[in-house]
Nanobody, 131 residues
Framework: QLHLVESGGGKVQPGGSLRLSCAPS????????LGWFRQAPGKDREAVSC????????YYGDSVKGRFTISRNTVENTVYLQMNSLKPEDTATYYC????????????????????????WGQGTQVAVSA
């Protein structure tokens, strides 16, 4: 029942912007963490940015610091990723995920999960940055 609905991917010129959205549903929790991950062909999945509803912490991967911003609608629990100054290296499939980590760092670093099997992942949305 727990699932995620993503939107916002597309094609953009270098230096352009996109905003990704992710709407989790099917659960009611006191706290949890949400995150964006990406994977390019031939590359490992990497953490982009995460946010915790428990302590309010955020985490950003080194390659996106200063360019991307994660935020959340506290009523709808929708999480956003505002991506500015996009580079060709940002081209990837972006995935949204939810889990029960207490901190954003644990979410993005994929620490051993509090409850194995709880995590849910979205279907992925494609971002392509090229001239």
């Amino acid at each position: 029942q727990l699932h995620l609905v993503e939107s916002g991917g597309g094609k953009v010129q270098p230096g352009g912007s996109l905003r990704l959205s992710c709407a989790p549903s099917g659960f009611q929790l006191d706290f949890y963490s949400l995150g964006w991950f990406r994977q390019a062909p031939g590359k490992d999945r990497e953490a982009v940015s995460c946010i915790s509803t428990k302590d309010g912490s955020t985490y950003y991967g080194d390659s996106v610091k200063g360019r991307f911003t994660i935020s959340r609608n506290t009523v709808e629990n929708t999480v956003y990723l505002q991506m500015n100054s996009l580079k060709p290296e940002d081209t990837a499939t972006y995935y949204c995920s939810v889990d029960l980590y207490s901190t954003a760092a644990d979410m993005c670093l994929q620490a051993p999960p509090p409850i194995p099997g709880f995590a849910a992942w979205g279907q992925g949305t494609q971002v392509a940055v090229s001239a």
